[in-house]
């Protein structure tokens, strides 16, 4: 069964910065397609950015674009979201997911229906 877990979600001031992880236990193939989403009270989960472990190719929500970083860590199936210059809007839970067909879409990232596991979430508050 694979697990997701995300940790360093928090609060911080506009501006600021936070590095998101997600780790991948019990994933037995060779390679991951894995996505960042988020989700705001009363609002839709919208998908952020996703990195494929095979190309290393990465795709970025317009929103996010030159302030957020996707990456992979030296662990296996461990996956980063480094957050810079961060707005109030940017205020939600952050979840990590896993794409079915193990890469990820430059076109149909975004779609929640293509991650088949996902993690419990982490907060994220930008705020003064």
């Known amino acids: 069964q694979v697990q997701l877990v995300e940790s360093g979600g928090g609060l911080v001031q506009p501006g600021g910065s936070l590095r998101l992880s997600c780790a991948a236990s019990?994933?037995?193939?060779?390679?991951?397609?894995i996505g960042w989403f988020r989700q705001a009270p009363g609002k839709e989960r919208e998908g952020v950015s996703c990195?494929?472990?095979?190309?290393?190719?990465?795709y970025y929500a317009e929103s996010v674009k030159g302030r957020f970083t996707i990456s992979r860590g030296n662990a296996k199936n461990t996956v980063y979201l480094q957050m810079n210059s961060l707005k109030p809007e940017d205020t939600a839970v952050y979840y990590c997911?896993?794409?079915?067909?193990?890469?990820?879409?430059?076109?149909?990232?975004?779609?929640?229906?293509?991650?088949?596991?996902w993690g419990q979430g982490t907060q994220v508050t930008v705020s003064s």
């Open positions: 990195i494929s472990s095979m190309d290393g190719s990465t």
């Open positions: 019990g994933y037995s193939y060779d390679h991951f397609g």
């Open positions: 997911a896993t794409d079915r067909y193990l890469y990820c879409s430059s076109y149909d990232f975004r779609n929640p229906g293509r991650y088949n596991y």
